[in-house]
C-alpha cells in the first residue's frame, strides 16, 4: 500500500549497510546492472543517455543508504512504487517488470562477492539484496493489481454507460439514440458524451432522438434534448427528435417549453422517412 511503511530492525539495518558500502566503494556493478535491464526492458523506459542513468540509479542508491541510516526505507520503496506505475503506464507487463527485478540479482551478488573479503559479510549483503528486489516484487504485485481493478472498473462504467444510452446505427450515416427512463443532469451527460463519440466515429450526418421510452418529459429535461441536439449539430449531425405523445405535446405547451429549431415527429417510423430523405433517398412503394 502506498500508506505502508518500512521500519527496519537494527540487524537489517547494518545489513543494509554493508551492502550499501560495498557497492558505494566501487561503481562497475553500474554497468552490468545496465546491460541487464537493457536486455528486459524496451528503449524508451531506460534514459539513452548513460550518464543521466547512472545520476538515476546513485540518486536511488543515496536514498537508500539514507534509508539504512535512519532505520527507514519508506521513502526509497516510495519511489520505487512510483516507477514501477510509470513501468505500467508505459504498458509494460507485470511479467516482463518482475523479470527485469529479479535479473538484477545475479549481476550485484557476483559484484558483491569480488569486492567483499569476508564470507559472513558477502552473506549479509546477499540476504539484505534479496530482501530489497522481494518488497520490490511484492511492490510490483500490488501496483499491477491496483492497476488491474481500476482498469475493470473502467470497462464496467462504459459498459453500463453504452447499455444506458445505446447509439444504434440503423442506416448509412443515420443513428438513433433510443431513451428509456428518467434523464436526469447525469444521464444527459453520459447520453450527449456518447452519442458525439458514436457521431465522430460513424461520421453520422443525421442523429434521430427517440423519446418514447420516457415517461415524463418537463423543462429540465427539454432543456436537456435541445443542448444533445445542438451538441450533435456542432459536430455535423442534424437532430431529429421522435416520440413525442400527444400527452407530452400538452405537457410542453402547458409549461410553454419551445424545442426550438429541432425537428420534431410522433414516431420513429415517420422520423427515419424524412431522415432518408434528407439524404437524398427515394422512398417509394413497390407492388409485387
Excluded: C, N
Excluded at 451538441?231 to 410553454?256: E, F, N, W, Y
Amino acid at each position: 500500500m502506498e500508506s505502508q511503511s518500512f521500519t527496519l530492525s537494527e540487524d537489517r539495518a547494518a545489513a543494509i549497510r554493508i551492502l550499501a558500502g560495498a557497492l558505494r566503494g566501487d561503481e562497475s556493478w553500474l554497468t552490468s546492472v545496465r546491460t541487464a535491464l537493457t536486455r528486459d526492458l524496451p528503449p524508451e523506459v531506460i534514459p539513452t543517455d548513460e550518464a543521466e542513468w547512472t545520476d538515476s540509479t546513485r540518486e536511488s542508491f543515496e536514498r537508500l543508504l539514507a534509508g539504512a541510516e535512519d532505520r527507514d526505507l519508506t521513502a526509497y520503496f516510495r519511489t520505487q512504487r512510483e516507477r514501477i506505475a510509470e513501468m505500467a503506464a508505459a504498458d509494460l507487463s507485470l511479467r516482463t517488470i518482475t523479470r527485469a527485478t529479479s535479473d538484477l540479482r545475479d549481476p550485484i551478488v557476483a559484484h558483491l562477492r569480488t569486492v567483499i573479503a569476508d564470507i559472513a559479510d558477502q552473506r549479509t549483503a546477499v540476504d539484505a539484496l534479496d530482501y530489497l528486489l522481494r518488497e520490490s516484487l511484492i511492490i510490483a504485485g500490488e501496483v499491477y493489481a491496483t492497476e488491474r481493478e481500476d482498469k475493470v472498473e473502467d470497462e464496467f462504467r462504459l459498459a453500463i454507460r453504452r447499455l444506458s444510452t445505446p447509439v444504434i446505427q440503423v442506416w448509412d450515416e443515420i443513428q438513433v439514440l433510443p431513451l428509456v427512463g428518467v434523464i436526469d443532469s447525469t444521464r444527459a451527460k453520459q447520453m450527449t458524451e456518447q452519442l458525439l463519440e458514436r457521431i465522430v466515429e460513424e461520421q453520422a450526418r443525421v442523429v434521430i432522438i427517440d423519446i418514447t421510452g420516457v415517461p415524463t418529459v418537463d423543462t429540465a429535461v427539454a432543456d436537456h434534448l435541445l443542448k444533445t441536439a445542438k451538441a450533435a449539430g456542432l459536430v455535423g449531425a442534424r437532430a431529429i427528435l421522435v416520440g413525442i405523445s400527444p400527452q407530452v405535446a400538452q405537457t410542453l405547451v402547458r409549461l410553454g417549453v419551445s424545442l426550438g429549431d429541432v425537428e420534431t415527429y410522433s414516431d420513429m417510423r415517420s422520423g427515419l422517412e424524412h431522415a432518408l430523405r434528407q439524404l437524398g433517398y427515394v422512398i417509394e412503394r413497390r407492388v409485387v
